[in-house]
């Protein structure tokens, strides 16, 4: 019985001759010629609906491309044109590039002028620098001040500066360049420091450390644009937090099986999504220049892929949401980071399952599950460690799941970020990851205690549990390898670990003061808390969240000066934004006893550290603040409550910290169009939450609420941060200090 063939190739049709329907058939295979097929049915599928399915395709596709033609073709907007030439470059096909683009449509705010674009532009890049908070106040304010004689420099200008470690003396020559009439001046030539050499500018298109195909994985951008962002995410990201296992990730990907077992299209959106966050590629903006909205198709793209999966468990699946929730965290959007964090916990159960130990693969799948489950296991603890005020339940995890000595031996590696450290810093991956491990069992027993501090049966087995913790954390930081130790060049990873300890043993003493003197501010030297003198306690636990938090300004300073502040981790994020709120407390509580000399004790452990030093420290966590803030949406709304905090406090912020807030509201933060919707948001702010400052709080305003009102009010910015005048905030200094209250339920302030 002869079997029906349901289509023949362009050649059997030509010479009439029989056509088995494979491909290659016989007859072309026989010949060495290519076989082409008109059509290719689809299963039950008549041939007459074939082809009008092929014709509706044909159709559509001559539609796209005449659409791009249209906009190449069109004069009046030569910037969309390029931006479209530029994404056939990078290998984007039509469809995808008129859909991105009707997205743009979708969210673009109202067009902006070329100066104002360039103020921010500026104003963006003297903030990303090694310069010190004074020297970029300085600046930017002569720069950016009404009467500036500069013409500001273009991107393109400023090209040399992209993806690297920039300093005061590098954006200085790029002035005097486009400036030649204030080659000699003394102002600049004081403030001007070591220079690379700008003359030769670098080529940003340069060869990857790491190359990858972006097929199959991606068709938002091509091979050498994926490979760059990959580069980013494994040097950076992955040195931090061991997201992926790198040499079977890069295996996997080069392989271009989308079957397989360690690399996905959604691990590869996610990865691309977070990386871009830290890169300053033309490809990784979604819109021209606009920093915020890095990444953001490749942010869509892995959560609409997450959705297609419906919850399925394996080991890319469960990377890409750790990679997710960092990545949605740094974009402001908490509830998503939350619920994606949620779906990987959820997951974790199906990685037990058994493996066969004899086989090579087994063994690497073995181990690969085993980091993958430490790691969720240290992000769970770390997020729901910020959320203690906010009643956020989890299941406490096995201390022996955090337990790798055995899978993880000691290597070196050598270390490079690009143009960021092109000298190789010997690297202990491995022993970094378990000793992160280790803390996160100490952060365990701290969430627990800080958790349930209410079911202990007196505040001294509480003083004593949290004086233990305390002690432990401080064990340690002591215990930690020589190759571990803090030093000024060490790695991104390395300062985020060190800036993880920091940050978990500040706030264990912000929140053991919060819990014993709740609602006892009056608290003086004649009480006692247990068996303890309460106005000494109090001191304590404040000069050492003080202590540290000094600590942490120094890293501030450490990491600005090393590398600059275009790259700044999660972590360090968090910890100067906490020290930054602990500086706030501590300089309104010495401002107070200046105003009341009668009530400084001489005896009291805190009135030992002068204020200028405070300014200072305060100065360096602040100005770390406000450069995430340039790029991130997450430290961008925690300066905001920054501001409100202090405000509700009556208090004055240092000088330099309040004109950079000044200026970068007036060129970057502010809407730069005319409308009302601000005043709604600090409504919604008065609205939103309980008083901290005294009052009885009842629904803390949380970050994701602030974000969402501001995207339901059509603020296409997002980044009001600052209302206008210190008078006008002053008179609303009470419905202000909401911003206190939401960074108290963050864990980020007492």
Request: contains cysteine.
């Amino acid at each position: 019985m002869r079997h029906t063939v349901p289509a023949a190739c362009q050649f059997c049709r030509s010479k009439r001759t029989k056509c088995n329907g494979e491909q290659p058939c016989a007859a072309c295979a026989k010949r060495g010629l290519e076989c082409v097929y008109v059509t290719k049915l689809e299963d039950n599928e008549t041939r007459q609906q074939a082809h009008k399915r092929k014709f509706e395709e044909l159709s559509q596709a001559h539609q796209d491309l005449r659409r791009i033609y249209e906009i190449l073709a069109d004069r009046s907007n030569e910037h969309r044109a390029l931006d479209v030439f530029r994404r056939i470059r990078n290998g984007q096909t039509p469809d995808t590039i008129l859909r991105e683009l009707r997205q743009i449509e979708l969210q673009r705010p109202l067009s902006v002028s070329r100066e104002q674009q360039l103020r921010q532009n500026f104003l963006t890049l003297v903030t990303q620098s090694t310069a010190s908070l004074e020297e970029v106040k300085s600046v930017t304010a002569w720069a950016l001040g009404p009467q500036s004689p500069f013409t500001l420099p273009t991107r393109t200008d400023c090209k040399a500066l992209l993806d690297s470690t920039v300093s005061l003396g590098d954006i200085i020559e790029i002035l005097q360049a486009i400036n030649p009439h204030v080659q000699g001046d003394p102002y600049f030539n004081r403030l001007r420091g070591p220079t690379r050499s700008l003359s030769c500018p670098k080529d940003h298109d340069s060869e990857a450390q790491y190359w990858v195909p972006a097929r199959p994985w991606t068709d938002l951008m091509d091979s050498d644009a994926v490979s760059q962002l990959v580069s980013v995410f494994l040097s950076l990201s992955n040195t931090s937090w061991r997201l992926v296992e790198q040499q079977a990730f890069l295996r996997d990907m080069r392989s271009g099986h989308v079957s397989a077992q360690y690399c996905s299209p959604l691990l590869v959106n996610a990865i691309l999504s977070l990386a871009s966050q830290y890169s300053e590629l033309d490809v990784a903006f979604t819109e021209p220049g606009n920093l915020a909205t890095r990444g953001e198709r490749f942010h869509r793209e892995a959560v609409r892929l997450w959705n297609i999966e419906e919850g399925k468990g394996s080991i890319t699946n469960m990377q890409a949401l750790n990679i997710l929730h960092l990545d949605a965290a740094l974009r402001g959007k908490e509830a998503l980071a939350g619920t994606l964090l949620a779906s990987a916990i959820s997951l974790r159960h199906s990685f037990l399952d058994a493996t066969d130990e004899n086989s090579p693969a087994g063994i690497e799948s073995i181990r690969v599950k085993r980091i993958l489950t430490a790691t969720t296991i240290c992000m769970e603890l770390i997020f729901h460690f910020t959320l203690l005020a906010r009643s956020h339940s989890f299941t406490y995890a096995s201390y022996d799941a955090l337990n790798l000595d055995e899978v993880l031996p000691d290597t070196v590696v050598y270390w490079t970020a690009g143009d960021f450290r092109r000298e190789p810093i010997p690297y202990h991956l491995n022993l970094q990851l378990r000793y992160r491990c280790r803390l996160a069992t100490v952060l365990k027993d701290v969430c627990q205690v800080l958790l349930s501090h209410i079911s202990q049966p007196s505040h001294e087995e509480f003083i004593r549990q949290t004086g233990d913790l305390a002690t432990r954390l401080r064990q340690w930081h002591i215990d930690l390898p020589q190759s571990l130790h803090y030093d000024k060049v060490i790695s991104w990873g390395l300062y985020e670990l060190h800036a993880e300890y920091l940050c978990i043993i500040m706030t264990l003493h912000i929140k053991t003061s919060e819990i014993l003197f709740a609602g006892s501010n009056d608290t003086g030297y004649n009480d006692t808390i247990g068996n303890h003198n309460a106005g000494h306690l109090r001191d304590h636990l404040r000069q050492q969240a003080l202590q540290y938090a000094c600590q942490a300004a120094s890293l501030a300073r450490d990491f600005r000066e090393t590398y600059g502040l275009k790259i700044i981790t999660p972590f360090i994020t968090h910890t100067m934004g906490l020290a930054s709120f602990i500086f706030i407390m501590d300089l309104e509580h010495k401002s107070h006893q200046e105003g009341s000399p009668d009530t400084v004790d001489d005896n009291r452990e805190h009135a030992d550290t002068p204020i200028a030093s405070l300014e200072m420290a305060f100065g360096e966590c602040f100005r770390c603040m406000l450069s995430a803030g340039m790029q991130h949406m997450y430290p961008r709304a925690v300066v905001r409550m920054m501001y409100h905090a202090a405000t509700a406090l009556k208090f004055t912020l240092p000088e330099n910290a309040r004109e950079m807030l000044q200026i970068v509201n007036e060129n970057s933060w502010r809407p730069l169009y005319t409308t009302d919707e601000s005043s709604r948001v600090d409504e919604f702010l008065q609205r939103g939450g309980g008083n901290p400052i005294g009052g009885k709080e009842e629904h803390p305003l949380e970050m994701e609420d602030l974000l969402k009102k501001w995207e339901e009010l059509g603020l296409q910015d997002k980044c009001n941060l600052l209302s206008g005048e210190d008078e006008a905030t002053a008179e609303q200094g009470q419905g202000r200090g909401r911003g206190a209250s939401s960074v108290s339920g963050s864990g980020s302030t007492p």
